[in-house]
């Protein structure tokens, strides 16, 4: 597996991260189904939230379970990276989580995304830690970036994965 490590201001939008963008490398169908807004790496974007400017507005795991299997190239998974996070976007739209259902969702959604992923496509997952979609689920991590945002903040890290 490859290791980088760099430093960047943090940022709410993953995606503007500048050591983040210069780790993605998108191809084919990518899709983002905690989109919070468009961007440049995906085609087809979600968000939850009606107030957000994205394709679909749908619950992430329904969102996926509309494509077909083994049908998608490249896939962004950057929830919230918190528990705190996601109570927080959910209560903001009036929908009330419990520890059990979020545990179940995240399971499921990581499912649904071994699920549509092609076999030699990519999963590039971002939070504070390197679980990913693993092995079980049919993936190899290849690249690791740290993003270091100074002793008061949280490293955000960015694991891309291959299905095999």
Known sequence: MNLSYAWAMPNKLTFEIKPIKDFIKSK?????PF???????????????????????????DFLKQFEDNSIDTLFYDPPYSLRQLKEVYSGIGI?????????FFSGVKNEISRIIK????VYSFGWDSVGMGSNRGFQK???????????HHDTIALKEMKL
């Open 28 to 32: 084919g169908t990518a899709i983002d």
């Open 35 to 61: 989109s919070n807004r468009r961007h440049k790496f995906a085609q087809i974007h979600n968000d939850i939230d009606t107030s957000k400017d994205v394709d679909y507005h749908m619950c992430a795991l």
């Open 96 to 104: 009330s989580l419990n520890y059990d259902h979020t545990t179940k």
């Open 119 to 122: 076999p030699n496509g990519w």
């Open 142 to 152: 290849t690249d690791l970036l740290i993003v270091c945002h100074g002793g008061s």
